[in-house]
């Protein structure tokens, strides 16, 4: 079973910020935190990880909070191509780690 | 950097038929290649482990007879599923984690391949 719980959908008006949160209560000291989208029909696309503290790239911001139970995935102007399917993992980074994809967020951008 | 491809996208067998789908990672070596299966409106289910030059690790309830996985170097990895059925239509999704990436072992995946069988 996936280790992550998330809304199954969210909507978002164009450019303003989407904010997607992911539980993980029972993530372990040695698990980071990743984050994919999944367009329609094309294999997930790497966004950002982290393992506790807070994260920015160029694509995105990732906020971990303090006890690690949860996060949020901040996507700072959501554009209609943001629209896709968000996947928050935990994973270990050592040994046979492998990622349990859950149902996601079906993020959608209104224009 | 970290691109990893499959071939074919698209395939369409007739019942009985075996199919093989090649992942590549096009510019960086990887140690673990994985499968992943989705079937429509779900999300990805892993079916595999591979580790370049053993046999592959298998999710439970996945037949290994059925879908063969060979990782023959530490840029290829091929799944073939042999006597394809029509419940073995899906898209099938590979990913690469880089020999060199560090304590985080990030997976890229492929773009998938989606396969009818009739």
């Known amino acids: 079973d996936a280790k992550t719980t998330q809304p199954p959908s969210m909507d978002c008006a164009e450019g303003r910020a989407a904010n997607l949160p992911c539980n993980h209560s029972?993530?372990?000291?040695?698990?980071?935190v990743y984050w994919y989208r999944q367009i329609h029909s094309q294999g997930p696309q790497y966004i950002i990880h982290?393992?506790?503290n807070n994260e920015t790239n160029e694509m995105a911001s990732l906020i971990i909070t303090e006890d690690r139970k949860s996060s949020t995935l901040i996507l700072p102007h959501a554009t209609l191509r943001d629209t896709a399917v968000y996947y928050c993992i935990v994973s270990r980074t050592s040994g046979t780690y492998k990622y349990i994809f859950g149902t996601g967020t079906r993020l959608k951008v209104l224009a | 950097g970290a691109v990893v491809s499959q071939h074919p996208s698209r395939v369409i067998c007739k019942s009985g038929t075996s199919v093989k789908i090649e992942c590549r990672s096009l510019?960086?070596?990887?140690?673990?290649m994985f499968w992943y299966r989705q079937f429509p409106k779900k999300s990805l289910m892993l079916m595999a482990t591979s580790n370049e030059g053993s046999k592959a690790t298998y999710e439970q309830g996945v037949e290994k007879d059925k879908f063969l996985i060979n990782h023959a170097s530490l840029t290829l990895s091929t799944l073939t599923v042999t006597s394809a059925h029509p419940e073995d239509s899906s898209f099938y999704i590979c990913?690469?984690?880089?020999?060199?990436?560090?304590?985080?072992?990030?997976?890229?995946f492929g773009p998938g391949t989606r396969l009818t069988v009739l």
């Open positions: 982290g393992l506790k």
């Open positions: 990913s690469a984690s880089r020999l060199d990436g560090g304590p985080t072992d990030t997976q890229y």
């Open positions: 029972t993530i372990s000291g040695n698990e980071y």
């Open positions: 510019d960086f070596q990887a140690t673990t």
